[in-house]
């Protein structure tokens, strides 16, 4: 069965560093997401992305956050300049039709800024 | 705003009991429902949605959820829980019809004690 896949599963860095958290979305989907979790917390959506670009980010997405799809089978997310708050599990998604459709999600990286 | 409140934060069953995880949410319009399930190592796969018609929607492993627009809820049942449901249970709710973002509450982790 197709699946989403999130590469590192433990990604452990320094403040003010820079970290990308790779993703290989299900093949024939066109619409991907990251979500994020704080520990403790909800999840919460950053970001999602169609046809080369941001269709909607949420405020937490600021200009240290960016996206990206590299290549047919990619999808990253990149944090400039990492801080504290940023620790948290980053999950992938992808879906094939969007809109409410089902968003197939990924095991997540969890991110530790020191 | 929207939002979704699981008001269980932890819920411990013996194997064979029956389950019930509570889930409300606000949302003037009807909403789009869902229940995920994340296993430990695991992504957040979806177990059921609701759209719209029938209120008592079945979904996989057995669980089943109702939404009740009286009480702005979409409880998560199964009648007889097996060990390997042990899991961590998201309800979300897709915001509106511009959006396919999710919104989720907190989580209910599920302990099943054999």
């Known amino acids: 069965e197709p699946e989403v896949t999130q590469t590192p599963s433990h990604q452990v860095t320094q403040m003010g560093q820079e970290v990308i958290l790779r993703c290989v979305p299900i093949s024939n989907h066109l619409y991907f997401y990251w979500y994020r979790q704080i520990l403790g917390q909800k999840v919460e959506f950053l970001v999602s992305?169609?046809?080369?670009?941001?269709?909607?980010k949420s405020e937490i997405f600021d200009d240290q956050f960016s996206v990206e799809r590299p290549d047919g089978s990619n999808f990253t997310l990149k944090i400039r300049s990492t801080k504290l708050e940023d620790s948290a599990m980053y999950f992938c998604?992808?879906?094939?039709?969007?809109?409410?459709?089902?968003?197939?999600f990924g095991p997540g990286t969890r991110l530790t800024v020191l | 705003a929207q939002s979704v409140t699981q008001p269980d934060i932890h819920i411990t069953v013996s194997e064979g009991a029956s389950l019930e995880l509570r889930c409300n949410y606000s949302?003037?319009?009807?909403?789009?429902l869902f229940w995920y399930v994340q296993s430990p190592g695991q992504g957040l796969q979806l177990l059921l949605k609701?759209?719209?018609?029938?209120?008592l929607v079945q979904g996989i492993k057995g669980f089943e959820a109702e939404f009740k627009r009286s009480q702005s809820s979409f409880n998560l049942r199964k009648p007889s829980v097996h060990w390997s449901d042990a899991a961590e249970y998201f309800c979300a709710v897709g915001a509106t019809e511009n959006t396919d973002k999710l919104i989720f509450g907190t989580g209910t982790r599920l302990q099943v004690f054999p």
């Open positions: 992305f169609y046809n080369n670009e941001i269709s909607e």
């Open positions: 609701y759209f719209s018609g029938d209120t």
């Open positions: 949302y003037g319009a009807t909403p789009y």
């Open positions: 998604a992808s879906s094939e039709f969007g809109f409410h459709n089902e968003q197939f």
